[in-house]
């Protein structure tokens, strides 16, 4: 994230509620972040452990689907949101949304579950992807800068594979078909 963000930059970060990365995104000193998630609890607690910080946060609880901002978005964060997104028109709603916010020369960072990731976290379903097939849903408005996969070992020691992207919003969007 930080080599296409500087402190200055707005940041939405989607699922922030149980997320680490608002609070280290406040102590390397960002000081306008849009905290997204469905959940008020989440945010609550969130709000809690930020303590002062708190006030560089905007607390926003929204379906990631329908989230509104008040002005354009440098940054956009997304760790395990959208593979829970498994209809076409859900996914559809999600990209018009960033297409919407994303400011021409932002970016987003997104990490999903890799197509060699498990079928389902926490008991509900989910999408798989791989770098050439989200670099595809984003075709449109955004190029795909840089790309990897990962494991992420959970708290019970099992790996899931994610694939991590990061696109680039161009000044003048690709003509729909």
């Not at 080599?3 to 989607?14: E, N």
């Not at 989910?126 to 795909?144: G, K, N, P, T």
């Not at 990962?150 to 790996?159: A, E, N, Q, R, Y």
């Amino acid at each position: 994230m930080r080599r296409v963000s500087v402190p200055a930059s707005r940041v939405a970060v989607m699922g922030a509620g149980a997320s680490a990365l608002v609070l280290d995104l406040v102590q390397h000193g960002y000081r306008s972040i849009d905290a997204v998630d469905l959940s008020a609890a989440a945010l609550a607690q969130l709000r809690s452990r930020l303590g002062e910080g708190a006030s560089a946060v905007r607390f926003v609880c929204a379906d990631v689907r329908e989230v509104c901002f008040d002005g354009p978005i440098d940054l956009w964060h997304d760790r395990a949101t959208f593979h829970f997104l498994t209809t076409a028109a859900d996914r559809a709603a999600y990209v018009a949304r960033v297409g919407e916010a994303v400011a021409p020369g932002g970016h987003v960072v997104m990490a999903t579950f890799s197509e060699h990731g498990p079928e389902q976290c926490s008991g509900l379903p989910v999408a798989r992807y791989s770098a050439a097939a989200l670099a595809a849903m984003f075709a449109q408005q955004f190029d795909l800068m840089h790309s990897f996969e990962l494991d992420h070992i959970t708290p019970w020691g099992t790996p899931q594979s994610f694939t991590h992207v990061l696109l680039h919003r161009r000044r003048d969007p690709i003509a729909a078909p």
